[in-house]
Antibody, heavy 120, light 107 residues
Framework: VQLVQSGGGLVKSGGSLRLSCAAS????????MAWIRQAPGKGLEWLSY????????KYVDSVRGRFTISRDNARATMYLEINSVRAEDTAVYYC??????????????WGQGTLVTVSS | EIVLTQSPATLSLSPGERATLSCRAS??????LAWFQQKPGQAPRLLIY???NRAAAVPARFSGSGSATDFTLTISGLEPEDFAIYYC?????????FGQGTKLEIK
């Protein structure tokens, strides 16, 4: 299982950017996927997830309306569109695969993370 | 939102000792709880899912227990590579949430 992230970097407050997560070595279209972030020196925050067929998405309140999760199964890639960025969006963003077990689905594989820094 | 409270914040132990980490939920999460290990500069790694099931390739010294609101991660016989930050996470109710973490450091 490989999840390779790209995008991120320095963005001005109020700006936009798109993060990508390219999957390989597994059947991407079979899995739900998620975005999780970690502010510098802080804990983990689950942001969003998307179903295998893109029919279902969920967002945490702090990003709903500003962030959009999407995926392209033909390209085996997931995206996170970030709009109206704020200082508090500065974080390392991780993509993760959600594997189904009998007791629910869990983030069993993670990307390497990509840093988003919001400047004023 | 379900709040997960981990204790202690920091645990100082020596290699070979037994580590016991706690995670308490503000309401029942049944067994929908996972434990992750994170080392500096790395992504988290899934250790335990469903409160007590070891993920693939996780050594047998890691074990999870508990249900409803009280959970424990036990590491029996600490190895040098086990010193890291550990997070619990619930997937019982959206938004899924993590605890604030327990830092396991070498004494």
């Amino acid at each position: 299982v490989q999840l390779v992230q790209s995008g991120g970097g320095l963005v001005k407050s109020g700006g936009s950017l798109r993060l990508s997560c390219a999957a390989s070595d597994f059947t991407f279209s079979d899995y739900y996927m998620a975005w999780i972030r970690q502010a510098p020196g802080k804990g983990l925050e689950w942001l969003s997830y998307i179903s295998s067929d893109s029919r279902y998405t969920k967002y945490v309140d702090s990003v709903r309306g500003r962030f959009t999760i999407s995926r392209d199964n033909a390209r085996a890639t997931m995206y996170l569109e970030i709009n109206s960025v704020r200082a508090e969006d500065t974080a390392v963003y991780y993509c993760a695969r959600l594997a189904s077990y009998g007791s629910g689905s869990y983030a069993d594989s993670w990307g390497q993370g990509t840093l988003v820094t919001v400047s004023s | 939102e379900i709040v997960l409270t981990q204790s202690p914040a920091t645990l100082s132990l020596s290699p070979g000792e037994r580590a016991t980490l706690s995670c308490r939920a503000s309401q029942s999460v049944s067994s929908y709880l996972a434990w992750f290990q994170q080392k500096p500069g790395q992504a988290p790694r899934l250790l335990i899912y469903g409160a007590s099931n070891r993920a693939a390739a996780v050594p047998a010294r890691f074990s999870g227990s508990g249900s409803a609101t009280d959970f424990t991660l036990t590491i029996s016989g600490l190895e040098p590579e086990d010193f890291a930050i550990y997070y619990c996470q619930q997937r019982s109710d959206w938004p899924y949430t993590f605890g604030q973490g327990t830092k396991l450091e070498i004494k």
